[in-house]
């Protein structure tokens, strides 16, 4: 029994160690909780911010006091030492701070696990943190504080190299220093931080790129290209010298990659060398076609040759004394095989317009027209603006003065002739089965055109536009003389056929007389312009078949106005009717 009592003793004892240890445990809880609670808005204990004490406050006094703090630090002087060079800098100048993010920083220190969260809150002043305040750099100030202090550094000098006469001299170089700017801009940020008003910086050595060591090689090897001439030969047969003086107007030093290369002036060498190397040079040649007949061929190419300047550059710089002319191919523009690869053969269509009654002038300038013309190529798919390929017709580009139609008058025009060219690629376009993007008819009907199948084209104006459908090129070729305009294209067949009509003539307008005054006439002079036909309708209707297949089927719908007489004023008379302006110089 006394065994028993003794047992049920200690039991007792034990119990109420246990229960007094729980009720310790539920203490320091319970006072642990209150603690959490009290600082679920506040910093951590033992927190601090660039040694700035904010543990246990409120965000909002936390933030105060590190801008309060901070504030002053960053804006008290810090002494900068580069050498015997002193500068005064402002760290708030160089510096911002980032209150809210570190204010952030500070309140999530600790609170990363629930370890460190449990010892901070468990101790009575936390656990030692240390908290980096967020600073970003102020690019306008960064620019004046380097400026400031580059301004202290030396430069480095390169060495240069030059010529006098044939002695290369050289001009040494010489080390400069310069400054770390990412130490500089943390050892500022530091001294400010910890409060220290000085430091020192310690200047970087800077080497130049290109050191005296580099140019004295580079004037050596000068020494040895100039020492005598360089001879230039054809296949054993010496053409001419390269004297060291010459020569030494074309050197040139070169900085590449912290070394200087000899180099010699190509226009200096080319000129140097051409007369040597011009029984040697020619052109290359285009190919281009020869149309005869229903045929074309193609005239094959032939390439050129030049002096490879890079090539005869490199061989004088081997030092060598002989050196044999370097002669390169030049491919023509228009190769033989791009000729073949067009597909032009054999005519696809051709039409022939009647010059009619033509002055000397127009005349010369439908054959102008037809220089500028002959030798077109079209590829598939591209459209022909007669206006872009002939261009302006000025006086400038060879055109004299002939005749256009102005509401129905002939008057003097530069080019008159153009609508004759443009008629006839028309009907050669017509006849092809091409598509015709854009045409104009003339005024009136001019009875040496085919009715309904005529085009007009004034520069800056009226265009004749239409498009190569077919599946290789076509050639445009075109000859007159003074009785008729011929314009032929040339391709590959595709088997096309074109059936044309063109309907009777309908809505007839008789001419009446009109009015005019013509600027440049005399003042108070009258004369009569003397009419013509009628006016009226037309259409002509095209069908185009390939290969027994209706391909495209369109109408070229034409109205003519009448010829109507006209009765023209010189300056300061009212005509009896309405009346319109003719050119200056009508």
Known sequence: MTEIAARIQRMSRLSAALVAFLLLVAAASAALFIRALTLRDAVLPGVDVAGIEVGGLQRADARARIVESLSARLHAPVQVALGQQRFTVVPSELFELDIAATERRAFEAGRGSVTARLGALATPFGVEQRVEPVLRTRSDGRVEIFRQIFGATERPV??????????????????GTTVDQTALLASIRAAALAGVNAI???????????????????????????????????????????????????????????????????????????????????????????????????????????????ELEAAVLTGARSIPLPLTELTPRFTTQDAYALGIRQRVS???????????????????????????????????????????????????????????????????GVCQTATTIFNAAFEAGMPVLTRRNHAFYISHYPMGRDATVSWEGSDFVFKNDLDHAILIKAHGNAETFTVTFYGTKQGRRVVATTSTPTNYTQPHLQYAIDPSAPPGSVRTADGGGPGFSVNVHRKVYERGKLIREDNFPTTYTPQNPTRIYGPGATPPGPYFYLPSGA
């Not at 060495?159 to 040494?172: C, D, K, S």
């Open 158 to 175: 390169q060495a240069r190299l030059r010529l006098n006469g044939l002695e290369p001299i050289v001009i040494p170089g010489r080390p």
């Open 200 to 310: 020192g910086v310690d200047p970087v050595r800077l080497e130049p790129s290109l050191r005296t060591g580099e140019a004295e090689r580079a004037a050596a090897a000068a020494r040895s290209l100039l020492a005598e001439p360089v001879a230039i030969e054809r296949r054993g047969e010496r053409l001419g010298l390269l004297t060291p003086v010459q020569l030494a107007r074309m050197l040139r030093f070169v900085a590449v990659d912290g070394e200087y290369r000899l180099a010699l002036d190509h226009d200096l060498l080319a000129r140097r060398t051409h007369p040597l190397a011009k029984p040697f040079l020619r052109k290359p040649v285009d190919a281009h076609f020869k149309a005869k007949g229903k045929r074309v061929r193609v005239v094959p190419g032939r390439p050129g040759t030049r002096v490879d300047a890079a």
């Open 350 to 416: 051709t039409f022939t317009t009647d010059m009619g009654e033509s002055s000397s002038n127009r005349i010369w300038n439908v054959q102008l027209l037809g220089r500028y013309l002959d030798g077109t190529i079209l590829q598939p798919g591209q459209t022909f603006s007669y206006n872009k390929v002939m261009g302006p017709r000025t006086i400038e580009r060879g055109f004299r003065e002939g005749q256009m139609i102005w509401n129905g008058v002939l008057v003097p025009s530069i080019g008159g």
